[in-house]
């Protein structure tokens, strides 16, 4: 199995390195390195907690991490962010097949709210 990886376009990783976190943007993307606490937060759409865990300068940035998740690639591929879940499975190594069907072994009844939305 080929591992599916993000390879971020450049103007991608020009505007995370505007961002005091944003190597660790690139990072998880591309290399499926494990976040910090903040990052996870953020990543797992946990914006409470992501402020809760965030310093000063990540605070002061917290509406262009939200833009830069929303307008670059990862913003299209809801298998990889979104959700502790998806956190947790890329992180793994494993890809959007894998997320779709763990994710209804481990919660069948809630796995449609969990569940990356498909395009028809």
């Known amino acids: 199995m080929t591992l599916l990886k993000y390879l971020l376009d450049d103007r991608a990783k020009a505007a995370a390195a ?4 944003g190597d660790s943007l690139v990072a998880y993307f591309e290399k499926r390195r494990p976040p910090g606490d903040f990052m996870a937060a953020l990543l797992s759409n946990d914006l409470i907690e992501a402020f809760n865990r965030a310093d000063d300068r990540n605070i002061a940035c917290m509406h262009e991490y939200v833009r830069w998740l929303y307008n670059n690639p990862p913003g299209r591929a809801p298998w990889c962010w979104g959700s502790p879940e998806a956190v947790r499975f890329w992180v793994a190594g494993k890809n959007p ?14 796995a449609d709210d969990l569940a990356p939305e498909r395009s028809g």
């Open 18 to 21: 505007m961002l005091p976190c």
């Open 97 to 110: 097949d894998w997320f779709e069907a763990e994710l209804a072994e481990q919660e069948p009844e809630h």
